[in-house]
């Protein structure tokens, strides 16, 4: 298969990094994705004595405060956070790559409108724009999830429509105008296949951002609500027993880490691969 | 120069009120007005409809919103943003020690991230491609990869479990005096600047590059400059011209990264008084924290453009000639 | 001995995908004398760029010097230390690069640029140099040096910031100049000004000139030796005037050849398509187009206007026929191919086409008008979809204008392409994977993929190499005459205008000064300037005797 005229191997294999980074993020997908068959517990289930150290012959990771298997709740810990992000991102980066091509395409008031949206937005840092979300609308994985898409919303249109608008004055959209394509036409079938690389980068390194707000998020109670199994919840329940049980906070952040680099670890080298800058899309989350 | 100046201000100011009617929508209309927000379903079911709707009389709240919002806003930007739902106390005196306390630390943090991003960025940009080059952008993509409850919490568990030097939770008081908040501020501090100095150098290395390719810097070889002159004179002001934008985002965030922090070490900052605000649903207070983020947020950005202004040429000319 | 000597010279560049190495400049060998000008001359991507470069031995990201050596004044420059290198680079050898916009730092004022070079190798003080400096300005006929020093390098004009590169390169009066490609980024007549100056200079100091470029003309005009490089390697050498007359390889002939020559004897080309009735298909009449300006609240107290783009511009093109619109940039003659093709609106004037008045912009005509009026674009790359394969682009029109699709459409592709002289292969391909030439050719077969009655050529062949020139010329017009099209032509080159169109008009500053029949307006030229641009073009020693007459008569402005 050939991705920009260059085998999809040898992008994987573009460098060491990006080789561990495309097997870890390989290795979670997997696992978040078999955990439900594989776990030897319920992740919610009271299954034995809180507390239990690791080794024991029933419980592998031994068992957190109130007696839960810590291994199944630290496979199942990774799905809730991945699905929010990716499913917000992937909502934020399509309706985005519309609104910045168009915006690219039409130029004047309406892209000036579309622009200060993007600036407002883009004032509200982070987890403040969340907290007003969550205060007004409660917390429920539909509210963080359309809150993620709202929050890489403006950043998206703002790196789209930038790869949009070194395409609006070539030759071949006039020539497509003069034609007589309508200016939908324009948009999706002349520029929006020009502006495609940049959009799946922006996808690949927000979809990381976007995991690491979330769990940031369950961490300081204003996410993922418990009993679920979510890495960022079971380090900040973890804090109580730091002293004598300090593996309850350790592994879910091994887990959460490993799974964030992967994914940059992948997403820089496949830009790099494609002759893309990834590091010029990084300005903050 | 001076006119392009006036035009970035009056935008920013426009900028700021759409940030404030949007605070106002997303909390206090869309989901129904504050009381809405504040009462669970627990206390809608022992109250009478009397009941509430004599609170919403108590707290202004019969009046339609576009009439509520100015009266906030006119509030707002003087400083006074209303008093919380339950103990009727001021949102300022609330907000006006953990605001000093965040914008200290987020200035130290700025301080010391700053040098260090430039330093690391250009030396990697410089030595494109070499090893140093290479071993820079793996250990920034793991240093912003990792989330910063995850460094805060490992730092507490090594330097205060493990090795006991510092104490596990901050107990300082809103009210402590600054200095005595510097000497706690060190692990916080690191914390924050492991994942801001990874973003910024790269950002930094970025435009290092691009500018080193340029044909002014071949021009500059080719006539004998010395690479010392070529790098300090030539190439720093024209790859961090393009950068400040970014940057002075960037730094403006600091305040949304501390909240993370502040919770982790219990540093008594703006982050810390937001989650409690959530708890409550004290919907007055997460709207004066988010404000007030905003209004940092677009005075960094006002002065990265001034600061662009003044230093690219092409920029200063461009823009007066509109 | 010998001032420069270069003995098989190999620069290679690393593929960024895979190991290997491509070859740049494959075993160059030649040696300049002192005073000496030679000519190196070379297609886009023949190393000369390269080359000239390794010189002062340097290379550009992913390029390594792997072999041979390069002797100045004895010393083999490889072999020295980058302290060395740096002595001699800016004080005995320097180099004047292509453009001068992006080679000055644009953060820093223009004088203390070359301030900065005099410091460095003559230990002068900041004073002490920048009344060097003055002089090096008055020097190269930089009017008011004193302003000029005080300027960033954008507000000055492209001839102003040419001056001042040399200015700098010529500040420690080395024994060689390289300069490449120096006057591409400019006007003709800026160019010729830019090059007496040249002249006037090595002549004064004795330098020795190393001149690249992509035009044999100019290496007439300039040098005494010249050198031919071809994927790398010299494939002729000799003095330029007999390489010019009488090449020896088959390409130096094709090169020479290809080249639109305004004094060529050759008639004016025949307009075989010429309709017996006198109505033309194309009418413009006082034409005229003004930028609008921008909204703001200054210039609604004092209200600005541009200056006239396109200034009560008149002409007809009978069907069938060729008409030539020639000017330099800034003369108006792509605005006028986009009020044609309902690009923009024009401010006032009237165009009527096949006998009814064009609507104002694409958006009042109908899609039957819009199919009959076609335009080819400047740069071919750009005007093809880079995420469309050519069977997409060569189908689409016919979608669109005679709702043919499937087979029937491909055939008619295939068809387009044959008489492009293209295979059917490239159907397949997308444009990044074509040359320039092949990628102008599919950009015409999609023009006449509508079945046009004029067609729009604006600068077609100013993206391409000289050789490739010719022949996308030859099928263009093969494929007017077997499709009865009427062209306007639109090209700064008066030798390729020459080459096919019947009738001229020639542009200046937005007005026409000069029409008529080709051969009439190029043997016999009415209007001074229209003398100035043959003068131009033809490298003429009395060019610069003219500019000056011109100026005096303000048909040629001072530059801004």
């Not at chain 2, 906030?72 to 009727?88: M, N, P, R």
């Not at chain 3, 190269?140 to 040399?166: A, C, D, F, M």
């Not at chain 3, 001074?528 to 011109?550: C, I």
Request: proline residues 5%; charged residues 20%; hydrophobic residues 45%.
């Amino acid at each position: 298969m050939l991705v920009n005229d260059k085998p999809l191997l040898s992008i994987v294999t573009h460098s060491p990094a990006t080789t561990i980074g495309v097997t870890l993020v390989t290795l979670h997908l997997l696992n978040a994705i078999f955990a439900p068959l594989l776990i030897p517990y319920g992740s919610t289930q009271l299954a034995g004595m809180p507390l239990i150290a690791p080794g024991h012959p029933d419980f592998l990771l031994g068992t957190d405060v109130i007696g839960r298997d810590f291994l199944s709740r630290l496979m199942m810990g990774g799905r809730t956070s991945i699905t929010v992000a990716m499913i917000g991102v992937m909502g934020a980066v399509i309706i985005g790559t519309f609104f910045a091509v168009s915006a690219a395409h039409f130029g004047g008031y309406y892209d000036d409108v579309v622009m200060r949206i993007v600036d407002t937005k883009l004032s509200i840092p982070g987890i403040l724009f969340v907290a007003l979300f969550v205060v007004g609308f409660g917390r429920s994985v539909t509210v963080l999830t359309i809150v993620v898409g709202l929050s890489y919303f403006p950043g998206a249109v703002r790196t789209i429509r930038a790869q949009a608008l070194t395409q609006v004055p070539l030759a071949y959209v006039k020539a497509a105008r003069l034609r007589g394509e309508s200016a939908l036409s324009v948009i999706i079938r002349e520029l929006t296949p020009n502006v495609i690389e940049v959009v799946v980068v922006e996808f690949a390194i927000r979809t990381s951002s976007a995991i690491l707000i979330v769990s940031a998020l369950s961490f300081l109670g204003l996410g993922i609500s418990p009993p679920t199994a979510d890495w960022g919840l079971m380090v900040s329940e973890g804090v109580n027993q730091i002293y004598e049980a300090p593996w309850l906070i350790l592994l879910p952040a091994v887990f959460i880490s490993t799974l964030v680099v992967g994914l940059n670890f992948a997403s820089d080298g496949i830009a790099n691969a494609l002759g893309l800058d990834a590091a010029r899309g990084l300005g903050g989350h | 120069m001076f006119r392009a100046m006036i035009r970035r201000t009056l935008l920013s100011v426009l900028i700021l009120f759409l940030v404030a009617v949007f605070v106002f929508l997303a909390t206090e209309v869309l989901p129904g007005d504050a009381l809405d927000v504040y009462l669970s379903e627990d206390d809608v079911s022992v109250m009478t409809l009397e009941d509430i709707e004599e609170m919403r009389q108590e707290l202004g709240l019969n009046v339609p919103a576009p009439e509520r919002f100015f009266t906030w806003l006119s509030g707002a930007v003087v400083g006074d943003f209303g008093v919380t739902i339950v103990d009727k106390i001021p949102i300022g005196d609330i907000v006006f020690n953990p605001l000093l306390n965040s914008l200290q630390l987020g200035a130290i943090i700025t301080l010391i991230t700053l040098p260090v991003a430039f330093a690391i960025g250009a030396t990697a940009g410089y030595y494109r491609g070499r090893r140093a080059d290479a071993w820079v952008s793996t250990t920034t993509i793991i240093g912003y990869s990792i989330p910063d409850f995850v460094i805060g919490t490992v730092l507490i568990i090594i330097f205060a479990v493990w090795i006991p030097l510092f104490p596990a939770v901050i107990t300082a008081y809103n009210d402590a005096h600054p200095l005595e908040l510097i000497a706690v501020s060190l692990l916080p501090a690191i914390t924050v600047i492991i994942g801001h100095v990874a973003h910024l150098s790269r950002l930094l290395r970025v435009g290092f590059i691009e500018t080193m390719n340029s044909d002014f810097v071949e021009r500059a070889r080719l006539s004998g400059v010395p690479e010392r002159n070529i790098v300090l004179r030539h190439v720093l002001p024209a790859s961090v011209i393009p950068t400040l934008n970014a940057m002075a985002l960037y730094m403006a965030g600091v305040l949304s990264g501390l909240i993370v922090v502040e919770k982790v070490f219990g540093y008594p900052g703006l982050g810390i008084e937001l989650i409690e605000a959530v708890d409550t649903r004290e919907v007055h207070v997460v709207q004066a924290i988010a404000f007030l983020g905003a209004v940092l947020v677009v005075v960094m950005n006002l002065l990265a453009d001034f600061a662009i202004i003044a230093l690219d040429p092409r920029v200063r000319s461009h823009v007066s000639e509109r | 001995m010998a001032l420069l000597d270069v003995r098989n010279l190999q620069v290679a560049y690393r593929n960024p995908s895979s190991d290997d190495q491509t070859m740049a400049v494959d075993g160059v060998s030649f040696a300049v004398e002192r005073g000496e000008t030679l000519g190196i001359v070379g297609e886009s991507g023949c190393g000369k760029s390269t080359l000239a470069r390794a010189l002062m031995a340097y290379c550009r990201p992913g390029g390594e010097i792997v072999g041979g050596e390069v002797l100045f004044d004895g010393t083999d420059i490889f072999g020295l230390k980058d302290e060395q290198i740096r002595a001699l680079r800016g004080s005995r050898m320097a180099m004047v690069p292509q453009d001068p916009l992006t080679s000055l730092t644009y953060h820093m004022k223009v004088g203390p640029q070359v301030d900065e070079i005099l410091r460095i190798h003559q230990e002068l003080d900041a004073k002490g140099a920048r009344l060097h400096t003055l002089k090096l300005f008055a020097g190269t006929n930089l009017p008011e040096p004193e302003k000029i020093y005080h300027r960033y390098p954008h507000e000055n004009s492209g001839g102003q910031r040419q001056r001042v590169v040399i200015a700098g390169a010529l500040a420690c009066e080395p024994d060689l100049l390289i300069l490449d490609e120096p006057t591409t980024a400019l006007d003709t007549t800026t160019e010729m000004q830019v090059l007496k100056l040249v002249k006037e200079l090595r002549d004064r100091m004795g330098t020795a000139l190393i001149y690249i470029t992509h035009d044999l003309t100019l290496t007439d005009y300039m040098c005494e030796n010249v050198l031919v490089m071809l994927n790398g390697k010299v494939v002729e050498r000799g003095q330029s005037s007999s390489v010019f007359s009488a090449p020896q390889t088959d390409y130096g002939k094709a090169l020479v050849a290809a080249i639109p020559r305004v004094d060529a004897k050759i008639a004016t080309p025949a307009q075989p398509n010429k309709a017996k009735d006198g109505a033309p298909l194309l009418k413009v009449e006082h034409l005229s187009f003004r930028y609008p300006s921008r909204w703001s609240v200054s210039a609604l107290f004092n209200p600005v206007e541009e200056p006239l783009a396109v200034d009560d511009v008149s002409f007809e093109l009978p069907r069938g026929e060729t008409l030539g619109l020639v000017g330099e940039s800034g003369s108006g003659k792509s605005t006028i191919a986009n009020i044609i093709v309902g690009l923009s609106a024009p401010t006032s004037g009237a165009i009527t086409f096949d006998g009814a008045a064009l609507g104002a912009t694409d958006r009042h005509r109908s899609p039957e008008l819009k199919r009959r009026i076609q335009i080819i674009f400047q740069d071919p790359l750009s005007s093809l979809n880079p995420r469309r394969r050519i069977e997409s682009i060569l189908t689409r029109p016919q979608e669109i204008f005679f709702g043919v699709t499937g087979k029937a459409a491909r055939d008619r592709a295939v068809e387009l392409l044959e008489d492009m002289e293209l295979s059917a292969d490239l159907l397949k391909r997308f444009p990044r994977q074509l040359s320039g030439g092949q990628q102008q050719r599919v950009a015409i077969a999609r023009a006449f993929a509508a079945s046009p009655d004029l067609i729009l050529c604006d600068e077609i062949t100013s993206a391409l190499d000289v050789s490739v020139q010719a022949h996308v010329l030859r099928l263009l017009r093969g494929i007017q005459i077997k499709t009865g099209a009427a062209c306007l032509f639109i090209s700064h080159d008066l030798g390729v205008v020459k080459q096919v169109a019947g009738e001229t008009v020639v542009l200046r500053k937005g007005r026409a000064v000069e029409a008529g029949h080709t051969s009439g307006v190029f043997d016999n030229p009415s209007h001074d300037y229209t003398r100035l641009l043959l003068a131009a073009a033809l490298r003429q020693e009395n060019y610069a005797d003219l500019v000056e007459q011109a100026s005096r008569t303000e048909i040629v402005g001072n530059e801004p």
